[in-house]
């Protein structure tokens, strides 16, 4: 084991309001990833995702005391595990903490820190010149930041993963980066003065305002949201106009085809006429509301697919699909991670992980997560073109950090759909009594059309009923 000493790592004490000067995976206090510690004490990193000769290993943490007496003899470590080799590897390391002794490790203390105070520690290392290092291959190596105290347990500890990347990969990771725009419903029967409807609008446009459209993004808007939109015009003309200016500019000239209403094709009936029906209401939306044609691949509701729904797909000339790779027989231990065709339709697959993790990313620990999982992919087969769709909720809380993040990893390449390749032979998964829409399912959804048709029977075509009931 190591003998731990002060400090071989530079370490330098930066006042509460530093700001980082460079894109960090920043690491919140909170379950995953966490050892079970004091509560009288919390600790905040910040990572830099990856580290190489000429870019140090840099990690910032912030120690806050929010007890009412003082603490003494702190100290903060940081270790560089071994290289992990599989994605399991990677999870097993995230979730339970890395096997064995580190690579490199040093610890720096804390001073006393008085009752509610901070302090924040940066510490910088050229971990790549390190003895740890030397000749280490490129790959995911995990790292654990550990609050401890002398003669005691651990206080605190985060646990991430940092790429090491001794030079510009030629072939990168293309990333298919698509910002999806699916909020809840902003409108509701209960609300007809639209009062809570603005203030759900209001809390889209905040989280609209803190993205930014520079670099290849394609994008998906709800038509629901675009129809919404419509409705509240009367009500809140200078709301909805910058809400749809910030979509324009989001989607550029990049906007997927999305189906109008958020049902998984597998389980449509009348599949053929009636994805085509939805495909057509979703673009009729954008162009009403965006001024925009859709012209991007599909982007189906939890990218969901089947044998059916791709021949409809195909019929209509749809050119490509994002998809979760589970809807594609067989495979490999590596990643899906190259277009694929199916049935004569291009198939981008999302991977299943990575999208879950960054649609839950509520933390800047989730940040860090994300960001070691495409890299994790990447160093599967590093010197092998691939093509992997990262599909971002770009209303959530941490996708303006994911979209930095993308951007600036030297393993990634964000592209366009233009940009997709030609892709490899496929077959579809073949669709299962999980998949296939219930007799019970089919039978209530006949009665609420026949319901539907009935009331539209007395309404004028241009009645904005009828585009309520579209919507509920």
Do not use: C
Request: hydrophobic share 40%; proline share 10%.
């Amino acid at each position: 084991m190591r003998t731990y000493h002060d400090p071989p790592l530079h370490a330098r004490r930066l006042g509460r309001g530093a700001t980082a000067l460079v894109v960090l995976a920043m690491l919140a206090t909170g379950p995953a990833g966490w050892a079970q510690g004091s509560d009288l004490v919390s600790l905040q990193v910040a990572v830099r995702p990856w580290f190489g000769p000429g870019t140090p290993l840099h990690v910032t943490a912030t120690v806050t005391n929010p007890s009412g007496s003082e603490l003494r003899d702190l100290r903060v470590t940081v270790s560089v595990h071994r290289r992990v080799r599989s994605r399991s590897d990677l999870h097993r390391a995230l979730d339970r903490g890395p096997v064995g002794t580190p690579l490199e490790a040093s610890s720096h203390r804390v001073d006393e820190l008085g009752a509610g105070e901070a302090t924040t520690v940066e510490i910088t290392e050229d971990l790549a010149a390190r003895g740890g290092f030397y000749a280490a291959p490129d790959g995911v190596y995990p790292l654990v930041v550990t609050l401890g105290k002398a003669g005691e347990d651990v206080l605190r500890q985060a646990r991430t993963a940092v790429a090491l990347v001794s030079e510009p990969p030629p072939t990168p990771l293309r990333s298919l980066l698509v910002l999806r725009v699916t909020p809840l419903p902003l409108t509701h029967p209960a609300d007809p003065d639209d009062r809570r409807s603005l203030q759900r609008l209001e809390g889209v446009h905040e989280r609209l305002s803190r993205l930014t459209a520079a670099g290849p993004v394609a994008a998906s808007v709800s038509p629901v949201l675009l129809t919404e939109l419509e409705m509240l015009r009367e009500r809140a003309p200078d709301l909805t106009d910058d809400v749809i200016q910030r979509l324009r500019e989001l989607a550029g000239e990049e906007l997927l085809r999305t189906p109008f209403t958020n049902v998984r094709l597998p389980q449509v009936p009348d599949i053929g006429s009636t994805v085509q029906q939805e495909l057509l209401d979703g673009a009729a939306a954008s162009s009403r509301v965006l001024g925009q044609e859709p012209t991007g691949p599909v982007l189906p509701p939890d990218l969901a697919v089947d044998p059916a729904s791709l021949e409809a797909l195909r019929r209509m000339g749809v050119p490509a699909v994002v998809v979760d790779p589970s809807q594609v027989s067989g495979g490999s231990t590596l990643t899906r991670a190259n277009p694929i065709s199916l049935q004569g339709v291009t198939a981008v697959p999302a991977d299943a992980t990575i999208t879950d993790r960054a649609s839950r990313a509520r933390t800047a620990l989730d940040v860090g997560h994300v960001m070691a999982e495409t890299a994790m992919v990447f160093f599967e087969s590093p010197g092998r073109p691939r093509t992997l769709a990262l599909v971002l909720d770009a209303l959530g809380p941490r996708t303006p950090e994911l979209v930095e993040a993308v951007r600036a990893a030297p393993w990634l390449r964000p592209i366009g759909p233009e940009e997709l390749g030609p892709p490899e032979a496929g077959q579809p998964a073949p669709a299962t009594a999980e998949t296939a829409p219930p007799a019970a399912y089919l039978q209530a959804l006949g009665r609420a059309r026949s319901a539907v048709s009935a009331f539209e029977s007395f309404t004028m075509p241009d009645h904005p009923d009828r585009r309520r009931m579209r919507l509920w």
